[in-house]
């Protein structure tokens, strides 16, 4: 072993990061009905077991993992757990988490390829200088539940509150307002602005709008569809918010047959 001292500190850290799991049953979720933040109860406690299953987290096998980085003062380590079995995220979320094998650290990506590495799932602590400056819980791949940021002086900075990867203040509607399975639209908010990615659904299921919002502004490309999922068209936004001189325009639109009827000649984006 390289760091026999750092090992020993790691194995330390993992055995409180462990309790995290008993702190954050409040947010267990096995297989959500909905993303409803504003009607949906959170589930109650289970009971303690007498002997917890070393490494399940959800119901979930996983594997211990740390990452390293920096030097002297600014050593900083991750200590988290990944899925045993590889597995694709099925959501919408925009910010997806998995341990990279070749880069050996945690990357966030929107587009995972399970090829490049397995998604983190379980409690997750940040420490430097034996202090601890983030923790929080993963659910396969998305920020789960409590999520909090201290300073080197242990002062809370921040504290973010997530539903399977989404911002507990995103807003919902639905086509069946009664029985909540067939979204209409999913408004990503975070601290009071829409922030992260929109959508808007036929009422047969199929996508209409999507698009990112960054600081309440809309950014890059949004893309429209038809019902039957052919493209329908593709509006450019400013790829950053607050750029007052840039007017959105059509960069391209097709028929309901998928027949390209525009193309626009503008190279400025």
């Not at 910010?95 to 998604?119: C, H, M, N, Q, W």
């Not at 909540?180 to 975070?190: A, G, Q, V």
């Not at 009422?203 to 052919?230: F, H």
């Amino acid at each position: 072993m390289k760091y026999p001292a750092t090992i020993a500190l790691i194995g330390a850290a993992f055995t409180a990061l462990a309790q995290v799991e008993e702190t954050d049953k409040l947010f267990t979720i096995d297989t959500p009905a909905s993303l409803d933040f504003i009607h949906e109860q959170e589930p109650l406690p289970a009971p303690k077991k007498k002997k917890p299953r070393k490494n399940v987290f959800y119901g979930v096998k996983t594997r211990k993992g740390f990452v390293r980085k920096g030097v002297g003062e600014r050593v900083t380590y991750e200590l988290f757990h990944y899925l045993k079995v590889p597995e694709t995220p099925k959501t919408l979320v925009r910010d997806i988490y998995y341990y990279d094998f070749a880069r050996r650290e945690i990357v966030r990506t929107s587009r995972f390829d399970p090829k490049r590495g397995v998604l983190v799932h379980g409690p997750y602590q940040k420490i430097q200088q034996g202090v601890l400056i983030e923790s929080g819980i993963f659910y396969k791949g998305l920020k789960h539940g409590r999520w909090m940021r201290y300073s080197r002086d242990s002062v809370l900075l921040d504290k973010e509150k997530y539903f399977m990867g989404w911002p507990k203040e995103s807003l919902i509607s639905y086509w069946d307002p009664a029985e909540r399975k067939k979204p209409k639209e999913i408004i990503p908010i975070e601290y009071g602005q829409r922030e992260g990615n929109y959508y808007l659904f036929h009422e047969n299921g199929r996508t209409a709008v999507t698009g990112e919002y960054k600081w309440n502004e809309k950014i890059g490309d949004w893309y429209e569809y038809y019902p039957n999922g052919n493209r329908k068209r593709v509006i450019a936004y400013p790829k950053e918010p607050f750029q007052k001189n840039f007017r959105p325009y059509i960069k391209t639109e097709w028929n309901e047959r998928g027949q390209e009827i525009y193309r626009s000649n503008r190279t400025n984006s």
